[in-house]
């Protein structure tokens, strides 16, 4: 008997590093994220759709830096920001919940994100 193994393709993915949106909301803005203290030591530790990032930030809204190959989503998604360890130093990834380290072209630049209010985003949507 033989049992069908579950795609890791279709778990805990949101899309591809760099992808640009078509029309608003219709295509994932997928970045990858960065620890602010081993940002230089180490490579990413999390990938997010910048769409659906908001505060409070969330486990939930980060994804997996290689489904592929089976590596989990790097925090637990009942999580709030301030409860968060880097999977790669012993440390609170973010220095601020206001603001992350980004790259949207796999790691070639990095960036300051500003992570926007839930009341910003759905007054986005709204206009």
Known sequence: MTTKRKSLKSVNTIGKVGEK??????VPDIALVYC???????GAIATVDLNKLSLPM????FGSIDVDHGYPAPF??????RHFKCPRCPHRPFFDEKEISISKDNGLTHE????PTLQHRIDDEKE
């Open 112 to 115: 300051r994100y500003q992570v």
């Open 58 to 61: 969330t486990g939930k809204m």
């Open 21 to 26: 949106p078509d029309t608003k909301r219709s």
């Open 76 to 81: 637990d998604s009942r999580l709030e920001w």
């Open 36 to 42: 602010d203290l081993c940002t230089v030591r180490g």
